[in-house]
């Protein structure tokens, strides 16, 4: 319940930290994750504030949550995290995630693309895309 001043466009402003999680949950996500400048309880602030970054800004909450995303995955009864058939069938994955035209649900860095395409190149080359293959060839 405390109360926490931050420079805004409109100029200084105070609010108790639960209001700052509606009136900018990404800055203060990137308080407490990047830039550690604030220390906050899991279960009363960080969780509310990752229910509110998914719906105040969808594109960054992917981003954070990259593999760690719970995605519905063809195979599985339930929802999963999306790391789990990436790493365990990447292939599967790959067609899922690429040619399945869910790019939007999982965003995924270079580097972890890099790893995929790799993966799949190993595996069963004939199932990727001309340009991710030259992309695992550029390296």
């Known amino acids: 319940m405390d109360e926490l001043t931050l420079d805004t466009e409109e100029g200084p402003v105070t609010l108790r930290l639960g209001a700052w999680l509606n009136y900018d949950p990404v800055r203060i996500h990137r308080m407490i994750v990047r830039e550690k400048t604030i220390q906050v ?6 969780n509310p504030l990752m229910s509110k970054l998914r719906r105040a800004d969808p594109q960054y909450y992917r981003q954070f949550m ?8 063809p195979g599985y009864t339930s929802e ?48 990727m895309l001309k340009k991710d293959l030259e992309f695992v060839k550029s390296f």
């Open 41 to 46: 309880d899991q279960l009363e602030v960080y």
């Open 80 to 127: 999963i995290l999306a790391k789990i058939p990436f790493e365990n069938d990447p292939v599967t994955f790959y067609k899922w995630w690429r040619k399945g035209k869910h790019e939007d649900k999982v965003y995924l860095s270079k580097a972890n693309q890099f790893r995929l395409f790799q993966k799949v190149s190993l595996m069963d080359p004939k199932v």
């Open 66 to 73: 990259g593999l760690n995303v719970v995605i519905d995955f």
